[in-house]
């Protein structure tokens, strides 16, 4: 996809942050649209649907955290990616931005050049995987790869992108211990930086929503899923 098909949301209720960051990414030729908080973010996502959002956590009327979690209940915005941009590196500020469905997590100050590779490498993710299949069928649950879609027995189960990414791995080689390495490489790309804890907690939440009998731990290894 071309750079100026691109449609990145950058929330922020700094008007300097909004200046600085949308001109370096109108500079690479993205389109770039802004909000000033999580109120606006919610709605210009569902009028947009940008392919990228760049979110502030601390904003005036909804933080990110609560806008994220909007956005993602919302199945028409399954695809979007988010990460979240803020002056806050805590680990418990991570956890609750990716357990909200952040894709990833950036930390204020940032150089230009480094946010502009950020971007790129989440970007990266929109490519279509034309070799893969379109659905898995395993027992009563079905996950469709195309539309980002997951039942069981017949009933829809809505996933934050990440989540769906993370299942559809593990669901491809059922009995097969995923490293954690591997899981890393493969749902968050070798070139985004997450905490050690990232796969735990979204594991946490597939056991939540499909079942804890469907993932098993494999200590100091991995995770495998169970038929």
């Not at 990833?104 to 490498?121: A, C, E, F, M, R």
């Not at 669901?171 to 804890?197: C, M, Q, S, Y």
Request: net charge positive; with cysteine; hydrophobic share 40%.
């Amino acid at each position: 996809m071309k750079k100026k098909n691109i449609k990145i949301l950058l929330v922020d209720d700094e008007p300097d942050i909004l200046e600085i960051v949308g001109f370096n990414l109108s500079s690479e030729g993205y389109q770039v649209l802004t909000a000033e908080n999580g109120v606006e973010a919610v709605e210009m996502a569902k009028k947009y649907k940008p392919h990228l959002i760049i979110l502030d956590v601390m904003m005036p009327e909804m933080d990110g955290i609560e806008a994220c979690e909007r956005i993602r209940q919302d199945s028409s915005l399954n695809d979007i990616i988010i990460t979240f941009l803020t002056a806050r590196g805590e680990d418990y500020s991570q956890v609750a931005g990716f357990d909200a469905g952040a894709d990833d997590y950036i930390t204020k100050p940032i150089k230009p050049k480094v946010l502009i590779s950020k971007v790129k490498s989440l970007l990266r993710r929109l490519k279509s995987k034309t070799n893969e299949s379109s659905a898995i069928k395993i027992g009563d649950l079905v996950i469709n790869r195309e539309e980002y879609k997951i039942s069981k027995k017949g009933k829809e189960i809505i996933l934050p992108r990440k989540e769906f990414e993370l299942l559809a791995l593990l669901a491809t080689k059922p009995g097969k211990v995923f490293k954690r390495e591997e899981i890393l490489d493969k749902v968050w790309g070798n070139e985004v930086v997450v905490g050690g804890r990232t796969i735990d907690v979204h594991i946490r939440k597939l056991r939540e929503k499909i079942g804890d009998k469907s993932f098993k731990t494999v200590k100091g290894v991995g995770y495998k899923f169970v038929d």
